[in-house]
């Protein structure tokens, strides 16, 4: 593939690359990092590309791969930092809410936000793959190498974990 085929696709994929390599690595910087290394292993690998799996789950895999590889290296698995993505567009029932229930539900959405971070990355990661990024089951199994039903499980897992954490600090 030419070199202008890889820039329409780094293009065209950057956010994403960033976006699961923040979800991996929980820091800007070390997100920017990864998103480079990624851009530059989809350059180089873009003529190996067999077509086996779609290109955005194999982009996928090189973000996940190259934000797990920098965790190993920089001994960084255990730090907690935050993660940004788009919130999902909120239904309100009436259109204009009171200052009091947007205060309240940003800061709902904040500390879920906090808690799916301290998840970990076993449940948290195909969490927000099919939650935040919409991945179906099958392409989060392609992503990660797991069976889909131990994708099934780890979701169920990492919600019901995530239930349980919001419920125990209710009252923080």
Not at 53 to 70: E, H, M, P, Q
Request: hydrophobic share 40%.
């Amino acid at each position: 593939m030419t070199s202008d085929r890889a820039t329409e696709i780094i293009t065209e994929y950057l956010p994403l690359i960033y976006s699961v390599a923040l979800k991996v690595v929980r820091d800007r910087d070390r997100a920017e990092d990864v998103t480079q290394e990624v851009c530059i292993k989809i350059c180089s690998g873009l003529a190996r590309f067999k077509g086996e799996s779609s290109l955005k789950t194999w982009i996928y895999r090189i973000t996940v791969n190259a934000g797990l590889d920098f965790l190993r290296k920089t001994r960084a698995f255990r730090e907690a930092s935050f993660i940004s993505y788009e919130d999902k567009e909120i239904e309100w029932e009436d259109n204009s809410p009171s200052l009091y229930d947007i205060i309240d539900e940003e800061h709902l959405r904040q500390r879920v936000r906090e808690k799916v971070m301290e998840l970990p990355l076993d449940f948290r990661l195909p969490l927000l793959m099919r939650d935040v990024d919409g991945l179906s089951y099958e392409e989060i199994s392609e992503v990660l190498r797991v069976p889909v039903g131990t994708v099934k499980s780890r979701i169920h897992r990492g919600r019901n974990l995530l239930r349980n954490m919001l419920l125990t600090n209710l009252g923080t």
